[in-house]
């Protein structure tokens, strides 16, 4: 049986104490600073400094808005799916592309699973190592039976989505959760199953989700939505599946403080860059707000502290490239695109790149990502009622 982990968010902190150094312990210490600083000096000479800041990340391609070269992709849509076959072909809904995205025709006659693009009934999708394509629905429901325990949508195809199996369903063992309303005033009786989907190198599968739990109170600080939904701040969530998708189980809050944001931690995003660590990107407030990003260094058990990334955003996607490189889009209602040379710890902001959307209203700012090849990304997003593609090429310098 798993073992349910402790859902505290407050630590516990031993005490320091403090006494006035003698006058040899400050001159000792003097001179040890000084041989600290004569090392970082040397270290820099040696190395070069900008390789301990983050070489700068250059994103090629994109676009302006109302400029009109956006790639067209699904008619009628606005939540945008991503999924890259093992055949190299790319899926999105019931399109498919065979030469990176640049063009798009229907695949198959069958109907396809969670296909309405125009609601945002689709969860995460992924394609394992092996080959096998997993989609899953966003909304969870409360098991008829199990207390705890949350359901949702799982399909899956083993021959590139010519043919899929399902639905069968995905099970969710989550503690403490409470019912939510999620912005638009609908009710939510379950955590929302997010964007990403990370496969460990040992198989195991680790998914963000967000919602509240039985300790979340604080309303938000949007006034109305208080007064309509009683809506109230919400945490970022991270679980993971050992058995391929059909069971999860809860792993840690990834970010929960009723005290930063307006609204809470939603849209949770999730990464795994090369040397093992985790890295989740989200948003806190319906745009203009700023994101904030925390790590792992521990596989989800622990999370560093936040970090504030100084855009405005209602949305973000996250992408880490094969090189390590970290993409993410973000915006509302205009997209834009920034990158990060080292894990996401730095933002090379002064190079951030446009998406180009046709429409600048509100109803915008979703964005799937895949790399087609090393440093080639394909972005797909969607532009109020229609799904447009812009094709992106990162370098570092």
């Known amino acids: 049986m798993t073992a349910t982990p402790a859902l505290s968010d407050t630590a516990t902190y031993t005490p320091r104490t403090c006494s006035v150094p003698s006058m040899s312990q400050v001159i000792t210490r003097h001179r040890l600073r000084s041989i600290e600083t004569l090392l970082l000096a040397l270290i820099l000479l040696g190395t070069g400094f900008q390789n301990l800041v983050g070489a700068q990340v250059i994103i090629h391609g994109g676009g302006k808005v109302y400029d009109g070269l956006g790639i067209p992709v699904r008619p009628y849509s606005t939540f945008p799916s991503l999924i890259k076959c093992p055949d190299g072909s790319l899926l999105c809904y019931d399109r498919r592309s065979t030469d990176?995205?640049?063009t798009w025709n229907r695949s198959g006659k069958f109907g396809f699973p969670l296909g309405d693009a125009t609601h945002p009934y689709r969860g995460p999708t992924t394609t394992l190592s092996d080959g096998?394509?997993?989609?899953f629905g966003r909304y969870t429901q409360p098991h008829e039976r199990r207390a705890d325990v949350f359901v949702t949508e799982l399909f899956r195809s083993g021959d590139n989505f010519t043919s899929y199996g399902g639905p069968i369903r995905a099970q969710f063992h989550v503690p403490h959760v409470v019912p939510g309303t999620d912005e638009y005033g609908q009710p939510a009786n379950g955590p929302f199953l997010e964007q990403s989907i990370v496969e460990l190198p040992n198989g195991d599968l680790l998914a963000t989700m967000w919602g509240w739990l039985t300790q979340d109170r604080a309303p938000v600080d949007y006034p109305d939505r208080w007064a309509r939904w009683q809506l109230k701040k919400s945490r970022a969530l991270l679980?993971?599946?050992q058995d391929r998708g059909l069971n999860w189980h809860y792993v840690s809050t990834i970010a929960s403080d009723p005290q930063v944001g307006p609204e809470g931690f939603r849209l949770p995003t999730l990464g795994l860059l090369p040397d093992g660590q985790l890295l989740s990107v989200m948003r806190n407030g319906d745009g203009g707000q700023p994101l904030w990003s925390t790590r792992s260094t521990d596989g989800g058990h622990t999370w560093e502290p936040l970090d504030r990334i100084d855009v405005d955003a209602g949305t973000v996607s996250l992408l880490v490239l094969a090189d390590g490189t970290v993409l993410i889009a973000f915006g509302r209602p205009e997209l834009h695109t920034?990158?990060?040379s080292d894990g996401g710890r730095t933002w090379d902001i002064e190079h951030r790149g446009d998406l180009g959307t046709q429409s600048t209203a509100a109803f915008t700012g979703r964005v799937a990502m895949i790399e087609?090849?090393?440093?080639?990304?394909?972005?797909?997003?969607?532009d109020v009622t229609e799904l447009t593609a812009r094709l992106l090429r990162v370098t570092r310098q």
């Open 132 to 135: 096998t394509i997993l989609v």
């Open 100 to 102: 990176s995205g640049r």
């Open 338 to 340: 920034l990158g990060s």
């Open 239 to 241: 679980v993971k599946s």
């Open 372 to 382: 087609t090849s090393p440093g080639q990304v394909l972005a797909v997003y969607n």
